[in-house]
């Protein structure tokens, strides 16, 4: 029997910060993760994690600002109004744990500049931050007692009475399912970029947590707010971190051109990364690409500085088109990157349902808006996480007694079982990859009516299929085969409630670029858009939308 005051699923960096706080406060707490936890995708975060600190002059209110003009105004403001304030606690506090930030000549932490900001606020460590940050994490973590269920997926969310009471899931190493039962749940399942491809997200990305929580009831806020980061290397759409425009790399076309000039003329390479996106995509569709791509050109800063602060960078670049950076450009475009929207929920990380929060990538809080500012998603997972954490601890105390239905681990195996008998049928990958290639075609850095059009009714045919998938391995040992069949399942209903924000939102704002409509509309959509499961209506689908908190800055036309 397993039970627990808070289960925490996943083991990134919303996780495992979570996982700190409840433990530090008395709690038995589990996590659950699909893989070892540092192999969660916080781990590939290179370039840095943004701080206001007052000690050189920033102040949270700058750093509030730049994130909700990056947000192009979407943001709720009293909610990023928190992550500023709380941010250079949660980073001074992750060095006390033992990261080694990278520090000045000066001997202080060391900072670089990113993307929409016009103060150097991001702390790093080398090219290495997310990895950094997610060991201490997780060594903290083991030190205070956390118990960990590695390798195991969750495939449902139990819900009782209206309030949430743990999860079913499933010990890949034997086969078995099992309840795990919690008088509290904390999501912090990360994003979902393998509804697209390419995409700079590690393969297990496939918005598990976000799909749980929809199907439980809970609203997908912001859905259609999709980030293209402008730098992932040609060929393999891996991510080339905006650390190097930050230290000082310029974006080339075919003329040799530093064309963010005409763009961006203040923020030049360092603008939002929707503006820069679509300036790449601009070049490259009218004529001044380099075979569908832009040079980011990084030669001027010399080799032993490329070695020494982008060192992870160069490595990527050599290894998967030698190209030596210090010599030669790197060619590169918009790749799909991170999702704003997600897992409805308030300040405290709570959703609608009692006992459920979400924190991280799968949460939207919201602070992201319509576009994330670089190295904020690493800021969000440690405040989120510590304040789910904070909030659930004060709410289990309210909680008597666990759950003691065991109903739905017996519908799950009738489930699973069912998957498996299936005969033989469609190919998992194959179904798999035409729903992401048609995802970026329809939803990609320019979208209009028809391409969403079009992305729903390739959905529509994918949804058809789904059924017919048939899973070849019938084992019980890591069966991949079966993880890869309940993925799916999951990355469909993320590309669902992608599509029907897309649909809804008449506008173009940050992300959400419509050709069609290439303005901003503050006075019908400064709206945030909430999609529901709903399985009374056509299509499972129910589309509202909620104001945006605006607490002082008032929207303003967004330059850069
Ligand atoms: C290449 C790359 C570089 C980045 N660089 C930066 C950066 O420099 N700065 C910045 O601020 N942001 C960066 N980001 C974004 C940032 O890293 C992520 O948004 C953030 O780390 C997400 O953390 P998380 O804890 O929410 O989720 P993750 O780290 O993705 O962890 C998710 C966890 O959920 C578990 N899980 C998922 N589904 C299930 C399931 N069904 N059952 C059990 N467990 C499950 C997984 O096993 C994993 O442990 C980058 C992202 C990428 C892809």
Same mark, same amino acid.
Request: proline letters at 6%; hydrophobic letters at 35%; glycine letters at 10%.
């Given at each position: 029997m397993f039970e627990h005051d808070i289960l925490i699923v996943g083991a990134g960096l919303a996780g495992l910060r979570a996982a700190v706080e409840g433990v530090k406060n008395g709690m038995n707490v589990a996590v659950v993760s699909?893989?070892? /936890?540092? #192999?969660?995708?916080?781990? %590939? %975060?290179q370039g840095g994690i943004n701080a206001p600190l007052t000690d050189r002059g920033d102040d949270w209110e700058g750093h509030a600002y730049d994130t909700i003009k990056g947000s192009d105004f979407l943001a709720d403001q009293d909610a990023v109004e928190v992550m500023s304030r709380e941010a250079g606690d949660a980073v001074i506090e992750l060095e006390r744990m033992g990261v080694i930030f990278t520090r000045g000549e000066d001997g202080k932490l060391g900072t670089r500049a990113f993307g929409g900001q016009k103060v150097a606020r991001t702390f790093f460590v080398g090219a290495i931050t997310g990895s950094a940050l997610l060991h201490v994490l997780y060594e903290q973590s083991l030190k205070l007692g956390l118990n960990v269920y590695e390798e195991w997926f969750v495939t449902k969310l139990i819900i009782e009475d209206g309030e949430c009471r743990g999860v079913i899931a499933y010990d890949m190493k034997n086969g078995e399912l099992h309840t795990i039962k919690a008088k509290a749940v904390i999501m912090a399942s990360g994003g979902n970029g393998r509804v697209f491809e390419p995409s700079t997200q590690a393969l297990i990305c496939t918005g598990d947590g976000i799909a749980l929580a929809y199907k439980a009831g809970v609203p997908l806020m912001d859905m259609e707010m999709i980030q293209y980061h402008p730098t992932t290397l040609a060929r393999t759409g891996i991510l080339l971190s905006e650390a190097a425009r930050g230290e000082g790399a310029y974006l080339l076309n075919s003329n040799g051109e530093r064309f963010m000039e005409k763009y961006a003329p203040d923020y030049m390479e360092l603008a939002s990364r929707d503006v820069v996106s679509r300036s790449e995509q601009t070049e490259i569709d009218e004529g001044r690409g380099i075979n569908g791509n832009v040079h980011l050109d990084? #030669?001027?800063? !010399?080799r032993d500085f490329i070695e020494k602060r982008l060192g992870y960078l160069q490595e990527v670049s050599l290894e998967f088109l030698g190209i030596d950076m210090a010599e030669n450009p790197v060619p590169v475009r918009p790749g799909m990157h991170y999702i704003m929207g997600g897992i409805k929920t308030d300040i405290n990380g709570?959703?609608?349902? /009692? !006992?459920l929060y979400a924190a991280g990538?799968? %949460?939207?809080?919201?602070?992201? !808006? %319509?576009n994330r500012l670089g190295a904020n998603s690493l800021l969000d997972t440690v405040v989120f996480g510590r304040r789910s954490a904070q909030h659930a601890v004060e709410y289990v105390k309210s909680v008597s007694s666990n759950s003691k239905s065991e109903n739905d681990l017996k519908l799950e195996k009738e489930r699973l079982q069912a998957i498996l008998d299936r005969p033989k049928g469609e190919n998992i990958a194959k179904v798999r990859e035409d729903m992401a290639v048609n995802m970026t075609k329809g939803i990609g850095v320019w979208r209009d009516q028809k391409s969403i059009e079009g992305a729903l009714e390739n959905l529509k045919n994918t949804k058809k299929r789904l059924p017919n998938i048939s899973v070849e391995d019938k084992g019980k040992f890591f069966n991949t085969n079966l993880i890869f069949a309940l993925e799916l399942e999951f990355m469909v209903d993320n590309a669902e409630a992608i599509i029907h924000g897309a649909i809804t939102r008449k506008e173009s704002r940050g992300a959400n670029y419509r050709t069609d409509m290439p303005d901003r509309d503050d006075e019908n959509w400064l709206k945030h858009t909430l999609v529901y499961y709903d399985s009374n209506n056509e299509n499972n689908v129910r589309v509202e939308t909620s104001p945006v908190t605006i607490t002082k800055w008032e929207p303003v036309k967004r330059v850069y």
């Open positions: 699909k893989v070892h /936890p540092v #192999r969660s995708h916080s781990n %590939a %975060a990084l #030669r001027h800063l !010399g709570l959703t609608e349902i /009692p !006992g990538e799968c %949460a939207n809080v919201s602070v992201h !808006g %319509a």
